[in-house]
C-alpha cells in the first residue's frame, strides 16, 4: 500500500439519536466498540431510543410490551453483512445504576451483544450462550472494560440473565 493511503473501511456506521437522554455514547465510542466486534465487512445503524419507541419496536417484532435494552434487525439477505441496532437510552441507563456499572461500559457490553447477534450469534441454548458470552467477555476486556459476566448469578439463573440483556427469554 502506498504511503500514506489509508486501509478500506471495514464497515459503514450510521447512528442515529432519536432520545432527549443526555450522556449517551458518541459516534467515535460506538465506532469503536463495533469495530472490535465485527468479524467481517458490514454497514450497521445504530439507533438511540426513548422508551416510547423501544416498547413500540418490541411489540410489533417481538410481541413484547415493554421497552427492552436492544433490539438487534440483521438483514441476511443483503451482502455485506448488514442490519440495526436499536438501544433504548433511559432502559439501558436505569440498568446501569441499578447494577451499579459504569454506563459507556453498559452501553459498550450491549453494542457489542447487538453486533454479535447481527453476524449470527444467539444465546438460545446454553453451548450457544456460553460461546457468545464468551466472546461478549473477550471484547470487552479488549476494549479495557470488565467482563460483564464476572459478577453475574449463577449459572443456573442464566435465564433471568439474559432476560435483562435483551428482553428475550429462554
Known amino acids: ?28 465510542q460506538f465506532r469503536r466498540w463495533v469495530g472490535k466486534a465485527l468479524q467481517r465487512r458490514a454497514a450497521v445503524v445504530i439507533r438511540v431510543v426513548d422508551e416510547r419507541e423501544a416498547r413500540a419496536l418490541n411489540q410489533r417484532f417481538r410481541g413484547r410490551n415493554y421497552a427492552t435494552n436492544v433490539l438487534t ?29 459504569p454506563l459507556m461500559a453498559h452501553y459498550a457490553h450491549l453494542t457489542i451483544h447487538g453486533v454479535l447477534h447481527l453476524q449470527g450469534h444467539d444465546h438460545q441454548e446454553d453451548q450457544a450462550a456460553a460461546k457468545m458470552e464468551g466472546l461478549e467477555s473477550r471484547i ?28 428475550r427469554r429462554r
Request: with cysteine; net charge positive.
Open 1 to 28: 500500500m502506498p504511503s500514506g493511503s489509508r486501509r478500506p473501511k471495514r464497515f459503514s456506521l450510521c447512528v442515529q439519536y432519536a432520545t432527549a437522554v443526555q450522556g449517551v455514547p458518541s459516534r467515535s
Open 73 to 101: 434487525f440483521p438483514y441476511p439477505e443483503l451482502k455485506p453483512l448488514a442490519g440495526d441496532i436499536v438501544l433504548c437510552a433511559p432502559v439501558v441507563e436505569r440498568e446501569a445504576r441499578e447494577a451499579g456499572k
Open 140 to 167: 470487552m476486556r479488549a476494549l479495557g472494560y470488565a467482563d460483564p459476566y464476572a459478577a453475574r448469578a449463577p449459572t443456573h439463573d442464566r435465564e433471568r440473565v439474559h432476560g435483562e440483556i435483551d428482553g
